[in-house]
């Protein structure tokens, strides 16, 4: 019943950006923290940036931080994550995923085992 689906992946060049949603259908992004991960090929799944739509607090690795911004729409219960100023080493396939627990404010989600719900990826290809 719940589904979750990314868009706006793509081929960009370095430097260029872009805007990644994540529209959930079956549930509520309200009171869920929503996780944005990505896996290239041969790599570990890892947390990009995470929410929780509690307080609004967010969480964003070290490896994109200060390029990638994550925001959710309540009203339109889709999230997004900001892509800017990409690298050729952010080329992998991002997925979103959201809990099926109410999440806690000021906790910060950034393990995959805390996710319940998985959409099925965008890839985003970035070319020097």
């Known amino acids: 019943e719940v589904q979750l689906v990314e868009s706006g992946g793509g081929l960009v060049q370095a430097g260029g950006s872009l805007r990644l949603s994540c529209a959930a259908s079956?549930?509520?992004?309200?009171?869920?923290?929503i996780g944005w991960f990505r896996q290239a090929p041969g790599k570990e799944r890892e947390g990009v940036s995470s929410?929780?739509?509690?307080?609004?607090?967010?969480y964003t690795a070290d490896s994109v931080k200060g390029r990638f911004t994550i925001t959710s729409d309540n009203a339109k219960n889709t999230v997004y994550l900001q892509m800017n100023s990409l690298k050729p080493e952010d080329t992998a396939v991002y997925y979103c995923?959201?809990?099926?627990?109410?999440?806690?404010?000021?906790?910060?989600?950034?393990?995959?085992?805390?996710?319940?719900?998985w959409g099925q990826g965008t890839q985003v290809t970035v070319s020097s």
């Open positions: 929410i929780c739509s509690v307080d609004g607090s967010t």
């Open positions: 995923a959201t809990t099926a627990t109410y999440c806690s404010a000021g906790y910060y989600y950034t393990s995959p085992y805390e996710y319940d719900y």
């Open positions: 079956g549930l509520f992004f309200d009171d869920f923290a």
